[in-house]
């Protein structure tokens, strides 16, 4: 079973900036955050690969930056020019393979991170 734990939420003011942290027990190949509004489905944010390939949700894009540290198991999420719209809740999910950037795809996931921005 893969654990995926993560850390790094936090209240910020518009325009600011935060780093979630996603320590994974065993690598999958394919690391993706996603994120949850009250009263929203579940979306995507961004994920990568064992390679370093990435893929971004087009309402974060220029923004926020995934990346990975393989000796760490840790894939991180950095956030800049945070907007209002951006809070919710932040999972982490782990898959197999190239997928595409939709919570079905993933198989495994972390219990989430809560994001707050404020105008």
């Known amino acids: 079973q893969v654990q995926l734990v993560e850390s790094g939420g936090g209240s910020v003011q518009s325009g600011g900036s935060l780093r979630l942290s996603c320590v994974v027990s065993?690598?999958?190949?394919?690391m993706g955050w996603f994120r949850q509004a009250p009263g929203k489905e579940r979306e995507g944010v961004a994920l990568?690969?064992?390679?370093?390939?990435?893929k971004y949700a087009d309402s974060v894009k220029g923004r926020f930056t995934i990346s990975q540290d393989n000796a760490k198991n840790t894939v991180y999420l950095q956030m800049n020019g945070l907007k209002p719209e951006d809070t919710g809740m932040y999972y982490c999910?782990?898959?197999?393979?190239?997928?595409?950037?939709?919570?079905?795809?993933?198989?495994?996931w972390g219990q989430g991170t809560q994001v707050t921005v404020s105008s």
């Open positions: 990568i690969n064992s390679s370093g390939r990435t």
């Open positions: 065993s690598y999958t190949g394919c």
């Open positions: 999910a782990a898959g197999y393979g190239w997928l595409p950037l939709t919570p079905g795809a993933f198989t495994y």
